[in-house]
Nanobody, 122 residues
Framework: QVQLQESGGGSVQSGGSLRLSCEVS????????MGWFRQAPGKDREGVAF???????AYGDSVKGRFTISQDIAKNTLYLQMNSLRPEDTATYYC????????????????WGQGTQVTVSS
């Protein structure tokens, strides 16, 4: 059973926007940290945005001011609003759950979605 399912990826021109969603299986939404990560071909997995059980958020330096993470716990859904997209944002984006400690490193998360592709053209 897939517990985290991302959607909303696609192709967009530079300067455009996309909103990613991550639907979490009923009754398994994390009460610790949820996060978004991304990985481009040949590059390490990069932390993009994080939110904890109290709703506090944090962002990777490359997306600050452009991306916004949010959650609707009643709908068991995590979101990532991406504005002012750049070609360097092109990557596969992953939703992650059950983050611990700093909640900003990929190895602090225990559940992962299968990813959704975002492609930004110049």
């Amino acid at each position: 059973q897939v517990q985290l399912q991302e959607s909303g990826g696609g192709s967009v021109q530079s300067g455009g926007s996309l909103r990613l969603s991550c639907e979490v299986s009923k009754n398994t939404y994390s009460t610790s940290c949820m996060g978004w990560f991304r990985q481009a071909p040949g590059k390490d997995r990069e932390g993009v945005a994080f939110i904890d059980g109290a709703g506090r958020t944090a962002y990777g330096d490359s997306v600050k001011g452009r991306f916004t993470i949010s959650q609707d716990i009643a709908k068991n859904t995590l979101y990532l609003q991406m504005n002012s997209l750049r070609p360097e944002d092109t990557a596969t984006y992953y939703c992650a759950a059950d983050g611990v400690e700093s909640c900003t490193r990929w190895n602090e998360y225990h559940r992962w979605g299968q990813g959704t592709q975002v492609t930004v053209s110049s």
